[in-house]
């Protein structure tokens, strides 16, 4: 009797641990190409994208905006850089504005790096101001 207990508690934690590998591994795959869309200013591209993953996975921008990086840089910092304004608009307003103070990975603010990088006259960069 022990013996079955023990078999199926260790089947059990190996396939909750193999089904949130998998659940990993698709939401990276849902976010594979997210960096080119907003590279290319594609906002109807990002909102399919965003309810997609939403659907799929129950997550919200704020719950993987933090994990993806493109080329080192946010997805906000990608937009700016890329002058992408109807996408970055539209991140910053999903996002919460508490998030946008945040500090980055590398411990910057966006509205201290936009600051750093001269972009203060960006449109993004006047939304940001707006929500903040």
């Known amino acids: 009797m022990l013996k079955i207990v023990k078999?199926?508690?260790i089947i059990a934690a190996s396939t909750?641990?193999?089904?949130?590998?998998?659940?990993?591994?698709?939401?990276?795959?849902a976010l594979a190409n997210i960096c080119t869309i907003v590279q290319a200013d594609d906002k109807g591209e990002l909102r399919k994208k965003m309810r997609s993953v939403q659907s799929d996975y129950r997550l919200k921008l704020r719950d993987y905006y933090a994990g993806v990086s493109c080329n080192g840089q946010s997805l906000?910092?990608?937009a700016v850089t890329s002058n992408a304004v109807e996408v970055g608009t539209l991140l910053v307003k999903k996002m919460p504005s508490k998030d946008l103070?945040?500090?980055?990975?590398?411990?910057?603010t966006l509205q201290a790096w936009i600051a750093e990088q001269g972009l203060q006259d960006s449109p993004i960069s006047a939304e940001l101001n707006g929500r903040i």
């Not at 909750?16 to 939401?27: K, T, V, W």
């Not at 103070?101 to 910057?108: L, R, S």
């Open 7 to 9: 078999t199926s508690i």
């Open 101 to 108: 103070q945040a500090p980055e990975a590398d411990g910057k």
């Open 16 to 29: 909750l641990a193999f089904s949130n590998a998998a659940q990993a591994d698709g939401i990276n795959d």
């Open 76 to 78: 906000i910092r990608t």
